[in-house]
């Protein structure tokens, strides 16, 4: 379908952003943003990415970064929007003094509401509030049907998700937690602080927590069934003596864009295989 025409709908505010009209060259710092905005059909007013997103595979993909920024190479693509995640070293501040609107799509949401939240808000600011509609819903239904489908258990499953070798990991504040819980599975990273999204724990305390599955999200950094069952005092644990120690894809697990549901689908999937 064609896109609305610049001026449909607009100006539009969200939060303390007015868009005059629709961007047409947006510059995305935010691999989680990119594949939103590519989501709900805003790919063709994107300009230019961050170095790291790298999905979907059509995104224009630069060596712009989104953790260092350099604000004269983002406004050598004269943007008329650039959305990021957070604001490194008055980064917003510097692009507004060039007159270039900025958007900021919060990283570590920790529900689905929040999430679907930030889709809307960028459908209003792209002009592609139907998209965003439709990529709500659709979620939505997924996430509703994985739930549904997954096998009922009389105790929830004990999980420990780890996010590198030193022993971070989500906790139960995180997304991934939130979306877990609901197909009857629960961290043994327990917090009670809402903006404590990921921790550090001791072997000592996944030894003793004994989980039912081992997650993880680093197998691109050598990490896998053998090395975490060859590791110290570690063949004792559950997952490991039974072998659900699931690998899943690094780059779903660290954004938390539409791929969430595939994230959930990896591991109803592979916990339907735990008795």
């Given at each position: 379908t064609e896109p609305p025409p610049a001026g449909a709908g607009f100006p539009v505010i969200v939060g303390g952003l007015t868009m005059p009209a629709r961007p047409t060259?947006?510059?995305s710092?935010?691999?989680?943003?990119?594949?939103?905005?590519?989501?709900?059909?805003?790919?063709?007013?994107?300009?230019?990415?961050?170095?790291?997103?790298?999905?979907?595979p059509e995104a224009p993909t630069t060596d712009l970064s989104g953790f260092t920024p350099n604000v004269e190479a983002i406004a050598s693509y004269d943007?008329?929007?650039v959305v990021i995640s957070y604001d490194p070293g008055?980064?917003?501040?510097?692009?507004?003094?060039?007159?270039?609107?900025?958007?900021?799509?919060p990283d570590n949401p920790t529900d689905m509401v929040q999430i679907y939240s930030q889709v809307v808000d960028l459908g209003a600011l792209t002009g592609q509030a139907d998209g965003a509609a439709a990529?709500?819903?659709?979620?939505?239904?997924?996430?509703?049907?994985?739930?549904?489908?997954?096998?009922?258990?009389?105790?929830?499953l004990a999980y420990y998700i780890e996010i590198d070798n030193t022993l971070f990991t989500y906790t139960s504040q995180s997304l991934i937690a939130s979306l877990l819980a609901m197909v009857g599975m629960e961290n043994i990273a327990v917090s009670d602080d809402?903006?404590?999204?990921?921790?550090?724990?001791?072997?000592?305390?996944?030894?003793?927590?004994?989980?039912?599955?081992?997650?993880?999200?680093?197998a691109q950094s050598g990490e896998s069934a053998e090395t975490v069952s060859a590791r110290d005092g570690w063949g004792g644990i559950?997952?490991?003596?039974?072998?659900?120690?699931?690998?899943?894809?690094?780059?779903?697990?660290?954004?938390?864009?539409?791929?969430?549901?595939?994230?959930?689908r990896e591991v109803v999937d592979a916990v339907s295989q735990v008795p």
């Amino acid at each position: 379908t064609e896109p609305p025409p610049a001026g449909a709908g607009f100006p539009v505010i969200v939060g303390g952003l007015t868009m005059p009209a629709r961007p047409t060259a947006i510059v995305s710092l935010s691999p989680t943003a990119t594949e939103m905005l590519f989501a709900i059909g805003a790919g063709e007013q994107v300009v230019a990415v961050d170095e790291f997103s790298t999905y979907p595979p059509e995104a224009p993909t630069t060596d712009l970064s989104g953790f260092t920024p350099n604000v004269e190479a983002i406004a050598s693509y004269d943007p008329d929007l650039v959305v990021i995640s957070y604001d490194p070293g008055d980064l917003a501040a510097q692009l507004a003094a060039l007159d270039i609107p900025v958007h900021t799509v919060p990283d570590n949401p920790t529900d689905m509401v929040q999430i679907y939240s930030q889709v809307v808000d960028l459908g209003a600011l792209t002009g592609q509030a139907d998209g965003a509609a439709a990529l709500v819903s659709r979620m939505a239904d997924d996430i509703d049907k994985l739930v549904a489908d997954a096998p009922p258990r009389d105790r929830p499953l004990a999980y420990y998700i780890e996010i590198d070798n030193t022993l971070f990991t989500y906790t139960s504040q995180s997304l991934i937690a939130s979306l877990l819980a609901m197909v009857g599975m629960e961290n043994i990273a327990v917090s009670d602080d809402p903006a404590q999204v990921t921790t550090q724990l001791s072997a000592e305390v996944v030894v003793d927590a004994d989980p039912d599955v081992i997650l993880l999200t680093n197998a691109q950094s050598g990490e896998s069934a053998e090395t975490v069952s060859a590791r110290d005092g570690w063949g004792g644990i559950t997952a490991v003596r039974d072998g659900h120690i699931v690998e899943l894809s690094p780059d779903i697990a660290s954004r938390w864009g539409p791929r969430v549901v595939d994230l959930l689908r990896e591991v109803v999937d592979a916990v339907s295989q735990v008795p």
